[in-house]
């Protein structure tokens, strides 16, 4: 690992592969099709692929094949998690877990940076960052001696949206890179070939009720979505729908706080910040896994909280 100077972390990202893009796009199609059930030469054609090899990188990307998953992909369905989320959620923040229906058993902690460590900019603090594949393209994760403070993926031109912010926010940590630890702790979020049991602790800053809707989201299952009311209904904020959106929107650590997972009340994707294209496929991806792997749970995570503002 490498010391380098805050101005000067550059982490290198790169733009999703075109493997990922082509899913996504038949992701998309078949999302907006799936009343008519399209056929495996559809998706094909929506990704630009033979059906040979559409069939096998899709298999390769989700571990089941394209079938399989539109059989899964239903209004009902969709609406039946609607219909249901807020007992479901209100159940696992009730235990104080991470949501039901994870692929791993990976308990996700969240701990709020306190206002002392807020207030000295990182000084005397490591900051490791380095960029990992993931099945979204690149990730940049960044952490202390505290936890994961920050989780981002690369858009189109290899930005990572609010790591120039969250940099400024820490100006003063020490900056080391260290893509190896990135790729280790990518590897346990997304590993699926063999069970996990490890635990991930979040160390992250945002104002009280940022946290309080950061955590709130980590009680959302896996196989679940939810509207924004019904996550402002779920911290007994029901009028505060905005205020929940943009917190939602705030959110520094991707995936592993699952704001992919908050949809509009109409069941339409709404906003997020690394895509909608991503967001579609990592709902996409989720569904898939849990069919594949119905009996096995992701990665808990609990969140460190940085310091409330």
């Keep these: 690992m490498n010391a380098i100077v805050p101005g000067a972390v550059d982490p290198g990202g790169r733009a999703a592969p075109p493997e990922f893009r082509r899913i996504a796009r038949a992701i998309e199609f078949v999302a907006a099709n799936a009343r008519q059930q399209p056929s495996l030469a559809d998706m094909a054609a929506a990704a630009n692929w033979s059906e040979y090899h559409f069939a096998r990188e899709f298999r390769r990307w989700t571990g089941i094949s394209p079938k399989q998953w539109l059989q899964q992909l239903s209004l009902t369905a969709a609406k039946q998690a609607l219909d249901d ?8 923040i009730d235990t ?35 960029t990992a594949q993931s099945p979204f393209g690149e990730a940049l994760i960044v952490r202390s001696g505290r936890g994961i403070a920050f989780l981002a993926f690369a858009d189109e031109k290899g930005v990572f949206d609010g790591f120039d912010d969250f940099r400024a926010t820490w100006c003063d940590a020490d900056w080391e890179q260290d893509d190896a630890g990135a790729r280790q702790i990518a590897d346990t979020i997304w590993r699926v070939a063999r069970r996990v049991d490890r635990k991930l602790t979040l160390w992250v800053h945002g104002s009280n009720f940022q946290l309080q809707v950061w955590r709130a989201l980590l009680a959302v299952g896996q196989d679940r979505t939810l509207s924004y009311a019904a996550l402002a209904a779920s911290i007994g904020r029901g009028s505060a729908c905005r205020a929940v959106g943009s917190a939602v929107g705030a959110n520094p650590v991707a995936w592993l706080i699952p704001c992919h997972h908050v949809l509009r009340a ?14 579609q496929a990592m709902l996409a991806w989720e569904l898939a896994r849990s069919v ?18």
């Design 266 to 279: 109409n069941g339409a994707l709404g906003g997020y910040r690394w895509g909608l294209e991503r967001k």
């Design 85 to 92: 989320e807020r007992s479901v959620l209100q159940a696992a």
């Design 292 to 309: 594949r792997n119905a009996s096995r749970r992701r990665p808990s995570t609990s969140l460190v909280s940085a310091g409330s503002r």
């Design 96 to 130: 104080g877990l991470s949501g039901p229906g994870r692929l791993h058993d990976l308990f996700v902690t969240l701990e709020a940076v306190t206002p002392g460590e807020y207030k000295s900019r990182g000084r005397g603090l490591t900051m490791w960052f380095g």
